[in-house]
């Protein structure tokens, strides 16, 4: 392991933010009522309040934030460049709009996987549609310049949806998910999600040496014994499943895939391999934080985590887009 | 003893015709430079023997065995590749990049196994790498950089090197310093195929000179056989005159034909 300090901070820091969490709220929780109400004891309130608010929103952020911050680490690995990241290629917004499509058609009255199977399928069609067009053009910001296009059209048609809209209230579930929120979620959404995000997150996590093999370039890295389409599935696949399960939980939430990457990357010799766990660890925790600050931020209508993701996020990308363009290096 | 062979070898790209019965071996032992002018195929050539495109006709064989049906891992275990585009990524240490030459044997960055740490540390001090093991790579000049690409050839341990063009954009010093480590794994049992522009550089260092023009090889001998003014007026389109300097073969270009 690159950094063990590294890791370890960071899963210290998931817990801490994890039970910070579950005790601060409108009605903040001492440590003996958490306790309590983990037990099984307690007043039934609190009770609630743990296991049906807080804990599945809290864990729902931590895993949204941990499957962004993989997905976009194993991106950046496989396109060679900092500024991928499932949000900027339109993965995320592609998979939202597929879970828009079923809710505008009632599709996911019919059963609770249908939801994460589209998003799932949308974030499948964006990946494979990146990783076709990667063959071809060799120049990567082309190659975000086309996930910017997915993104637009995916949102263009979410737009649609939405000016099509039967009644109120499916409107203001597509608006929920195009802005990104964890609240009101429950174990079931989690669980219906987490055999995909495990699925994503081992195909990722098993292609960490083929990744840093990518480092030298495509052809090298088939020179020295890389199957570059094994390694495109894996990757294509791995941030599908990942990006998708995100998606079906959350909606759409940016640039966690590329403030967590670019945090860790420094602290791990910039080696791509030892990026992916960290990122995931950091994205979870950048989340869970960011959904805290929702929650206790005095303001009237509760911000969505997208929004705040966003407005966090978005300046970074265009530094970090700004620093590659002063070093030159301009692909 | 290790030997690539190519046999009649085509390579169309949207029938464009970018090689055409192509025949070459290359054995443990020998330093093959491979000349051309810029188009002529050279790289092709390599990329085809390692089976990286679909060649229309013939076949390369890896010790009798198609290179086709090898496994990339185990293909890069036998035949090292240094392409001509050698970019980086992420800004990685010298020893990572070195260590990555290891891929085929199942190395995972950061925990390498003893056999694999050896060789890796042998393919360092060979290249002189010693004093930048842990320079980030971004921070190299071009010529540490080549030799860091060449430790990392090196590094797999591979019978044959296919290098295309590892003396491109270095000055003289570090040209001879790439083509002198090229011929010292030669001079151990390895075998290179090594594709070049600098003709006095190639005739000094190569056993064997391939010349091609056109997709097709014109030529392939000695030095001393190949290395003429007839052939360099074939094959660059320049009137050259081959002298002998302190010992080497020299060759000064007069003037375009």
Avoid at chain 1, 9 to 38: D, E, Y
């Amino acid at each position: 392991m690159r950094n063990p300090a590294l890791i370890g901070g960071l899963i210290v820091a998931s817990a801490l933010l994890m039970l910070a969490a579950i005790m601060l709220g409108s009605t903040p929780l001492g440590t003996r009522h958490i306790l309590q109400a983990l037990m099984g004891q307690g007043s039934p309130g609190d009770a609630i309040v743990l296991w049906e608010i807080r804990l599945p929103r809290a864990m729902a952020a931590y895993a949204v934030g941990a499957a962004l911050g993989l997905s976009g680490a194993a991106l950046q690995g496989l396109l060679r460049n900092p500024l991928a990241e499932p949000g900027v290629l339109g993965v995320s917004a592609s998979a939202s709009l597929f879970a828009t499509f079923t809710l505008y058609f009632g599709f996911s009255a019919i059963s609770s996987l249908v939801l994460p199977l589209a998003a799932i399928a949308g974030a499948l069609v964006a990946t494979s549609f990146l990783a076709v067009v990667a063959l071809r053009v060799n120049s990567v910001i082309a190659l975000i310049l086309i996930g910017v296009g997915i993104s637009s059209f995916s949102g263009a048609l979410m737009t649609l949806l939405m000016n099509l809209a039967p009644n109120p209230f499916s409107l203001s579930d597509m608006i929920n998910w195009m802005m990104g929120t964890v609240a009101n979620r429950s174990f079931e959404d989690i669980l219906f999600a987490a055999p995909f995000l495990i699925l994503g997150a081992v195909l990722i996590l098993s292609s960490g040496r083929d990744l840093s093999a990518f480092t030298l370039g495509e052809e090298a890295a088939s020179g020295i014994g890389v199957s570059l389409t094994t390694v495109r599935m894996k990757i294509v696949f791995g941030t599908g499943f990942c990006t998708g399960a995100a998606v079906a939980i959350a909606g759409a939430v940016g640039f966690v895939g590329i403030v967590a990457p670019h945090l860790v990357r420094p602290h791990v010799d910039h080696e791509p391999s030892a990026t992916l766990l960290p990122s995931a660890l950091l994205g979870g925790v950048i989340l869970v934080a960011a959904d805290i600050f929702i929650r206790v931020a005095p303001t009237t209508a509760e911000l969505k985590l997208g929004v705040v993701a966003a407005l966090l996020g978005a300046p970074i990308f265009v530094w970090i887009a700004a620093q590659r363009m002063q070093g030159g290096n301009s692909d | 003893m290790t030997k690539l062979s190519l046999s009649n070898i085509g390579l169309s790209i949207t029938s464009k015709v970018i090689l055409e019965s192509i025949n070459l071996e290359l054995n443990s032992g020998e330093l093959v430079v491979l000349l051309g002018a810029n188009g002529a195929g050279k790289s092709s050539v390599l990329r085809s023997a390692l089976g990286l495109v679909p060649v229309s006709t013939g076949e390369s064989l890896i010790d009798e065995k198609l290179v086709t049906t090898l496994s990339s891992a185990n293909r890069a275990k036998k035949v090292a590749y240094l392409p001509q585009k050698r970019p980086l990524a992420w800004p990685i240490k010298v020893f990572d990049v070195v260590s990555l030459g290891r891929y085929a044997f199942g190395v995972n960055l950061g925990r390498l196994k003893n056999d694999d740490l050896e060789l890796v540390e042998s393919a360092i001090t060979n290249c002189g790498l010693e004093q930048l093991r842990n320079r980030r790579v971004d921070t190299l000049s071009g010529g540490e950089a080549a030799r860091v690409h060449v430790a990392r050839a090196f590094a797999a341990n591979a019978a044959l090197l296919l290098a295309d063009e590892p003396t491109a954009a270095l000055d003289p010093k570090h040209q001879l310093d790439v083509m002198q480590l090229i011929r010292r794994y030669v001079d151990m049992g390895g075998g290179a195929l090594v594709v070049g522009h600098e003709a006095s550089l190639a005739a000094r260092f190569a056993d064997r000179l391939v010349w091609m023009r056109d997709g097709g090889i014109i030529a392939d001998g000695t030095v001393k056989e190949t290395m003429t003014a007839a052939m360099m007026a074939e094959i660059y389109g320049v009137s050259a005159q081959i002298g002998e300097v302190a010992g080497h073969i020299n060759v000064s270009i007069i003037d375009s034909l």
